[in-house]
């Protein structure tokens, strides 16, 4: 059942319990069943219809932009209309006694207003209700709309990224090792291959980003021979759990980069994957020293874009650090999957 279906229920419900009530007051409590009934029948006519016509009165008049003294202002000269219905119908057709005096027909008015004022009232506060949830589920798309547009701004900036360090690993081949660059730029283009189609998903797999990580390792290898050393520590079972893309290639390029890249007689990469309690982290460690004091050449926009990705995609459920340990620098990144 819609919100539509559930107000327009009670509405019923609401006039039904209005013309009972009325009914118990009246003359006719005491006749046949058929003058009752006819008594309950006008009653719950003239208040469904009337909340009908004012609720299709508020909708024209665009009720979000109505202020609040007319959303104060309305239900009253609503409620003094459908009052001044009841009153005229109870001495028109004879359901009550005219009174003998304006005091008393007064009193009679100001009675059904007052009967009737909290059907008209539940319609705002209905309505307030409905156009601020409204409201708020416009702004949750909008905000995800624009989660969405930064995101894809920042996976167009990773590629190429991406690949100008990749060119420069080929470009340093090319000056002492012809063969090793052509095979390189044959490693190369497989590389990219999985980097793009990585790059438009909204998640991939542990075993893709897997894959690409040791594509790209294999073509740093090969610029770096002996002074790189890699190894892989995954914990079983993980190969299909979906993270975030290219999170675990931009923490590679920084090691490599700014880690063994830095380091004369190279280093060592350890690439580190467990999850717990529906989080999965992801450490990267390599040889060398990390400087958390900002600089142009340390970091640059792989980790930063990393940050921003996580924020946007999980908030405060994701987390990554860089720290130094024994001669190491420790990156590890935490999401939820």
Same mark, same amino acid.
């Given at each position: 059942?819609n919100k539509n279906t ?19 007051? =009246? ?22 219809? =009337? ?22 202002? /309305? ?21 009550f006694e005219i009174p ?48 969405? =547009? ?79 050393? /890699? ?55 390599? =040889? ?50």
């Amino acid at each position: 059942m819609n919100k539509n279906t559930w107000f327009w229920t009670i509405q019923f419900f609401c006039w039904l319990f209005i013309a009972i009530d009325a009914l118990m007051y =009246s003359p006719v409590h005491n006749n046949n069943i058929t003058e009752k009934t006819t008594f309950v029948i006008i009653y719950l006519v003239i208040g469904f219809t =009337s909340a009908y016509f004012y609720c299709s009165f508020i909708e024209q008049r665009n009720s979000d932009e109505i202020s609040t003294f007319q959303n104060l202002w /309305y239900p009253l000269v609503g409620s003094c209309i459908v009052g001044l219905f009841f009153t005229l119908t109870n001495y028109t057709l004879g359901i009550f006694e005219i009174p003998n005096s304006f005091l008393q027909l007064l009193f009679s008015f100001v009675e059904n207003i007052w009967m009737v004022i909290p059907c008209f009232l539940f319609y705002h506060l209905y309505r307030f209700a409905v156009l601020h949830q409204d409201r708020k589920q416009r702004t949750i798309i909008v905000e995800n709309l624009l989660e969405i =547009s930064e995101l894809e701004n920042l996976k167009k900036q990773l590629n190429p990224h991406f690949l100008f360090n990749a060119l420069n690993s080929i470009k340093a081949l090319t000056l002492f090792d012809g063969k090793q660059a052509r095979k390189s730029i044959i490693q190369l283009s497989d590389l990219l291959r999985l980097s793009l189609n990585l790059g438009e998903q909204q998640r991939a797999t542990l075993s893709e980003e897997l894959k690409l990580a040791e594509n790209y390792l294999a073509l740093e290898k090969l610029r770096f021979d002996n002074r790189l050393i /890699y190894e892989f520590n995954i914990q079983n079972g993980l190969g299909t759990i979906l993270i975030m893309p290219m999170s675990l290639n931009t923490m590679l390029e920084n090691a490599v980069k700014h880690g063994i890249g830095q380091l004369k007689i190279g280093g060592k990469i350890i690439i580190s994957a467990s999850a717990s309690e529906n989080i999965v982290t992801i450490t990267v460690e390599n =040889s060398g020293f990390y400087d958390p004091k900002p600089k142009s050449d340390q970091g640059g926009i792989g980790l930063e874009n990393l940050q921003k990705r996580l924020a946007l995609q999980f908030g405060n459920k994701a987390s990554f650090t860089i720290t130094n340990s024994n001669k190491m620098v420790i990156s590890t990144i935490s999401m939820p999957f």
